[in-house]
């Protein structure tokens, strides 16, 4: 999923935190190194599971308030729901993606075109736009057999 290895991201991870005056506690590096090895844009509970091996005594709200904290500095994005609980993509590189409607699974393409997709201008006069992706929502090929 991630086109840099893991140290590199671990110096861009550590140099954004320094920016945003944010502490490098070891359940924090747990958190983003357990986010960065998964392959399938994990929830908090996901990561929760992972770093309590790590760490027995960290607690979901740690967990939820350190994703938010990555997500607000900006070194993960935030995948919305959709209903469901949000997933977060430590893939911080333009991209978008695609979500089964059956299974959730969430898949990362790239395609320069909706890389510039405008904004439409009644956007553009009203809003800020800072940031736009593309979501493709279907039925993944695993669902797609499964019928």
């Not at 399938?40 to 960290?58: E, G, L, Q, T, Y």
């Not at 993606?97 to 405008?118: G, L, M």
Request: glycine share 2%; net charge positive.
């Amino acid at each position: 999923m991630l086109q840099k290895n893991k140290e590199d991201l671990i110096v861009l991870f550590r140099d954004r935190c320094k920016q945003h005056n944010l502490n490098m506690t070891p359940q924090r590096v747990a958190i983003y190194e357990e986010l960065i090895k998964s392959k399938n844009h994990p929830d908090a509970d996901d990561i929760f599971k992972r770093v309590r091996n790590i760490f027995p005594d960290i607690s979901i709200d740690t967990v939820y308030r350190t994703l938010s904290k990555f997500a607000e500095i900006g070194v993960i994005h935030v995948v919305e729901g959709y209903g469901e609980a949000k997933r977060y993509d430590p893939d911080t590189n333009k991209h978008h993606h695609f979500r089964c409607q059956k299974c959730n699974k969430i898949v990362d393409f790239h395609d320069r075109s909706y890389d510039n997709v405008k904004v439409p201008k009644a956007f553009q006069k009203n809003f800020r736009v800072v940031n736009v992706k593309v979501i493709l929502e279907g039925v993944c090929d695993k669902c797609v057999k499964k019928r």
